[in-house]
């Protein structure tokens, strides 16, 4: 299989393709648009080989077999559906959606204090699923850690719905140093701040920890931003249980990341390697939820940080 970076794959679809998902779906209603995703489904199978082949390796993983052609069509129908319905999490909020929460309250514990909370997340369901929360307790800021520039015309077209969360977002697109700064700023405050935590950037420094049986590469920016922050650290995942059903679970990690100058590399194989066991735990409670459709394993090895993430590492050290 190709180790062709994540980054490279072009976006699915164009604006036009996009804006006509966008109109079907708003006007036909969940239900009528939600037959579009066969095609659509049938369409990425058929012309998007690195995704299929990527699909199929991760399945063969997780279930410790060969993966049924089925399968893969279920997985790239998951897909398909979790981003539909950011069309309707944007546009109706939590309305058209049973969503099931765990752990609620022990974030709302955190959030409380004053200091601000770090949520990280993952490729791993649905990401939006967050906004449920927004509307649960529209006391609490929530500030999103998203790049902007991978996907364009999704990004351009969802916030035609919510004007609002365009200035709420983080453009992970921005130097390490810019990014660092905001997020400090936005823990200042007391919000939540939520970014994902597992893919690594063209640029990053990655280390590897055990995933699904083999070792697979993660970023280590997040962890050196929280333990510059020094805030409570709280996984999320937004997991897809199909139809209109969703469960948004919140797992405390840490009150504090703490990585020692001395130790600082295995304190970060620590801190990864509990991250990657809550993903390995989830990729088998809801194996179709996972959605990095690119050869997660066999990226290069890690890369010289650029300056700004230079600087990020120094603030964490010092």
């Known amino acids: 299989m190709s180790s062709e970076h994540w980054q490279s794959r072009p976006e699915g679809g164009g604006r036009f ?5 966008m109109a079907i779906a708003l006007r036909c209603g969940r239900r009528v648009s939600r037959l ?3 095609p659509i489904t049938l369409y990425f199978f058929v012309r998007r080989g690195p995704e299929r082949r990527a699909s199929r390796q991760y399945l063969e993983r997780v279930f410790a077999r060969p993966a049924r052609t089925r399968e893969v069509l279920r997985h790239i129908h998951y897909c398909a559906a979790t981003m ?3 069309v309707y999490f944007l546009a109706q909020g939590e309305k058209p959606f049973r969503i099931e929460t765990e752990g609620l309250e022990l974030l709302a514990e955190r959030v409380e204090r004053g200091q601000g909370v770090l949520l990280l997340g993952s490729h791993q369901g649905s990401f939006e699923a967050l906004r449920a929360l927004g509307e649960r307790r529209p006391d609490i800021p929530i500030r999103v850690v998203l790049d902007k520039q991978k ?4 990004t351009a077209l969802l916030e035609t719905l919510a004007p609002e969360v365009g200035a709420r977002v983080i453009d992970a697109a921005q130097d390490g140093a810019s990014i660092a700064l905001a997020v400090a700023e936005a823990c200042t405050q007391g919000a939540i701040v939520a970014m994902l935590a ?3 950037r063209g640029h990053e420094v990655l280390r590897h920890a055990s995933f699904l049986g083999l070792p697979a590469p993660f970023p280590v920016s997040p962890w050196l931003l929280a333990h510059t922050l020094q805030v409570p650290v709280v996984l999320c995942f937004g997991l897809y249980l199909g139809g ?9 990690l840490a009150e504090r ?13 620590g801190w990864i390697s509990r991250y990657a066991q809550r993903l390995e735990h989830y990729a088998h409670v809801a194996p ?15 890369r010289r940080a650029d300056p700004a993430q230079a600087a990020v590492a120094e603030q964490a050290n010092a």
């Not at 990341?257 to 194989?269: G, K, M, W, Y």
């Not at 179709?288 to 090895?301: G, H």
Request: a negative charge.
């Open 84 to 86: 539909l319905d950011r």
């Open 198 to 200: 597992d893919r690594g």
């Open 36 to 38: 579009c995703l066969y």
């Open 17 to 21: 393709a996009l804006s006509l998902i």
């Open 257 to 269: 990341v703490e990585i020692p100058r001395h130790a600082r590399a295995t304190a970060l194989d």
């Open 288 to 302: 179709y939820n996972w959605f990095n459709f690119y050869d997660f394993w066999q990226q290069d090895a890690p």
């Open 151 to 154: 996907t364009p015309a999704m």
């Open 244 to 252: 209109d059903r969703y469960r948004l679970i919140f797992e405390p």
